[in-house]
């Protein structure tokens, strides 16, 4: 299976715990973008990455999240001192700048469940 | 700022009735994408079409096709003779052609096909 991978597919925490995602893009795509969904929604950007290069962050992106792509290949989204507000489906996507530039290609997600 | 508008909350159709899901966008750029993407019950988000801004030529792909008109800002998405198989959410979606290319989703469609 050559395309996006998430992992854990599901999380169920306590509040004020913190949790750990990972993101693995298809093997040759150097963008990597993060998005959340909470129920009834779209998702909505979170962050995006080019290489191991974190380029933008949306306003979303509180101080209690952070998100790293060390040596530009899978990347994490962590975030710490979870509240009930949190819970959603987190998805990451990847995308090729050499390809069709704008198609991303979306993992299954993992979906958070703060208790 | 970029908006996506789907007015639709959730469509319920008998199987083999044609039916279309409504997309309303706002940009200021001059080139943008557009995107429909289909999320299963199973969560994973599918690539279905990109349109560039540039190309108002609708297309058609089997049961499906896509009507953009650039006067009323508008990318609709008709699925012609439909199948239980259908049902899901679908998601308009827009990005910038330059840049990051995050993608700006609409709330969804929830698309019910029942026998």
């Known amino acids: 299976d050559t395309g996006v991978s998430q992992d854990p597919r599901h999380k169920i925490t306590k509040r004020g715990q913190n949790v750990t995602f990972r993101c693995d893009p298809i093997?040759?795509?150097?963008?990597l973008y993060w998005y959340r969904q909470t129920l009834g929604q779209g998702p909505e950007f979170l962050t995006y990455?080019?290489?191991?290069?974190?380029?933008?962050k949306s306003r979303l992106l509180s101080d209690r999240f952070s998100a790293e792509r060390p040596k530009g290949s899978f990347s994490t989204l962590e975030i710490q001192r979870t509240e009930q507000g949190d819970s959603a489906m987190y998805l990451c996507?990847?995308?090729?700048?050499?390809?069709?530039?704008?198609?991303?290609?979306f993992g299954p997600g993992t979906r958070l469940t703060v208790l | 700022a970029q908006k996506v508008t789907q007015a639709q909350t959730e469509i319920s159709v008998v199987e083999k009735e044609d039916v279309t899901l409504d997309c309303v966008y706002e940009?200021?750029?001059?080139?943008?994408?557009l995107f429909w993407y289909k999320q299963p019950p199973s969560g994973e988000l599918v690539f279905l079409i990109r349109?560039?801004?540039?190309?108002?030529q609708n297309e058609i792909s089997g049961r499906y096709s896509w009507n953009f008109q650039k006067s009323t800002s508008s990318f609709n998405f008709t699925i012609t003779a439909s199948q239980v198989v259908d049902s899901a959410v679908y998601f308009c979606?827009?990005?910038?052609?330059?840049?990051?290319?995050?993608?700006?989703f609409g709330k969804g469609t929830m698309l019910l096909v029942s026998p």
């Open positions: 349109r560039n801004s540039f190309d108002e």
């Open positions: 093997s040759e795509h150097n963008r």
């Open positions: 990455f080019q290489n191991e290069a974190q380029l933008e």
């Open positions: 996507a990847s995308s090729s700048r050499t390809g069709n530039d704008n198609e991303q290609f």
């Open positions: 940009t200021r750029d001059t080139t943008y994408y």
């Open positions: 979606a827009l990005s910038e052609a330059q840049g990051y290319s995050t993608l700006t």
